[in-house]
């Protein structure tokens, strides 16, 4: 009887620090999102998210290329990975030409990333500049 005791009064703290950090993971997440969105819209002079916070389908690439740069960098770089295949597809890249396009921004690493002061809005204008050149 004695351990089943000591038992209950072990779970009773454990399971509120799982209900207080589980607490805390939620706000520092919404204090995240709700700051990288607010960025989003202050800094292109125009809302990237919808009335119930949603990012607009228009402007997905481009949220996802400023909250992912520089794991996008490093994939653009070695040619592959799930960073670039993600962007591939909100920029809507077929699958069956995703390895084109995966190759495309290796070659071309150098015209899309120039600097260090490469943003992600000229590293996707860039981009999109050499896809159309590519179709044409």
Not at 106 to 134: C, F, G, N, W
Request: proline content about 3%; glycine content about 6%; some cysteine.
């Amino acid at each position: 009887m004695r351990i089943l005791a000591r038992c209950s009064l072990l779970l009773i703290p454990m399971a509120m620090l799982f209900t207080i950090s589980g607490c805390t993971v939620k706000a520092s997440t919404k204090t995240l999102t709700d700051g990288v969105l607010n960025f989003l819209s202050s800094t292109s002079g125009k809302s990237w998210v919808t009335a119930d916070g949603l990012v607009k389908d228009e402007y997905k690439a481009q949220a996802f290329a400023a909250i992912n740069f520089e794991n996008l960098k490093q994939n653009m770089a070695q040619g592959q990975g799930e960073y670039l295949a993600s962007l591939g597809n909100l920029l809507g890249v077929p699958k069956q030409q995703q390895a084109e396009f995966f190759l495309l921004t290796q070659e071309k690493y150098a015209l899309l990333i120039p600097s260090d002061e490469t943003t992600p809005e000229d590293m996707l204008a860039a981009l999109h500049r050499e896809l159309v050149a590519k179709a044409s």
